[in-house]
């Protein structure tokens, strides 16, 4: 019996040594592709991190705990640009391991997936934990002030844009109120027009008036006038009259005084 324990024991540690070697054999051959991928520096070459991954994720699906290979496999998504995912591995990573140096690493490589996701707050704030776990990471120390050099530029440039934005108003507001003068300048000009047409037109109305009144005024002495000229015209005409018939009775004198001749001589 005790040969079939023993032999039973040991089909047993065969197993786990296969089992074993089965990961580490999906880890080599991510790593393989990892390294593969890393070679040309000036491409990303995302066919063989991805490669890697599922080799990563092979070997982690049989031990799920090892934060070695979660730590690969973290690192081949963030080679890919999937840095959520890639931020989600790096916290889990931090928050289970309890060496430093590891955790270090971990919150140093979440504070980079935040950091390229544009989250400047999360990733100060994942640099400065790194920092307090392994204060002597000059690395972790040059992205922190890098992270927070691009909060400071990120805010002064939203304080441009709030000041730009405020002028833009005022000049809005400045705009409506030169075109509010403007309208009202308008606004008088047509009333000052308006009591101009009402003035000119009260003076033609009174010119009209006084012409009237004048007309009518001078219709009577133009008949008076007349009158007179009658008057005058038949004074003469009695004066032409009176004329002619005083040289009709010279003419008949001369007449009768020529015949009184004639008969005395």
């Known amino acids: 019996m005790k040969r079939i324990y023993l032999l039973i024991a040991f089909l047993m540690v065969l197993a786990v040594v296969s089992q074993a070697q089965n990961e580490r054999k999906f880890v080599r051959q991510g790593n393989k592709y990892f390294q593969e991928a890393m070679k040309d ?42 840095f959520g995912e890639s931020a989600e591995k790096f916290k889990e990573i931090a928050d289970k391991t309890l060496d ?12 980079n997936s935040m950091l390229m996701s544009n989250k400047l707050d999360e990733s100060i704030a994942a640099y400065k934990e790194a920092l307090r776990n392994n204060p002597k990471d000059l690395d972790t120390k040059y992205n922190l002030l890098y992270a927070m050099n691009m909060k400071k530029k990120q805010q002064q440039q939203k304080n441009k844009d709030k000041d730009k934005d405020k002028n ?27 009591q101009d047409k009402k003035k000119q037109d009260q003076q033609n109305k009174n010119q009209n008036q006084n012409q009237n009144q004048q007309n009518q005024q001078q219709q009577p002495q133009q008949n008076k006038i007349s009158k007179q000229n009658a008057e005058q015209m038949l004074q003469a005409l009695e004066n032409n009259e009176k004329k002619i018939q005083d040289k009709v009775k010279k003419v008949q004198a001369l007449k009768a005084q020529s015949k009184r001749v004639e008969k005395d001589w």
């Not at 140096?101 to 504070?111: D, I, Q, T």
């Open 41 to 82: 520096t000036a491409h990303i070459d995302t066919v063989q991190f991805n490669k890697a991954e599922i080799e990563y994720r092979k070997a982690i699906e049989k031990k799920p705990e090892e934060n070695k290979w979660n730590f690969n496999l973290a690192d081949a998504l963030y080679k890919q640009k999937k």
């Open 100 to 111: 430093k140096v590891e955790k270090s690493r971990a919150l140093h490589n979440l504070g």
């Open 168 to 194: 833009k108003d005022q000049n809005k507001d400045k705009d409506k109120k030169d075109q509010d003068k403007k309208d009202q300048k308008d606004q008088n000009k047509d009333q000052n027009k308006d």
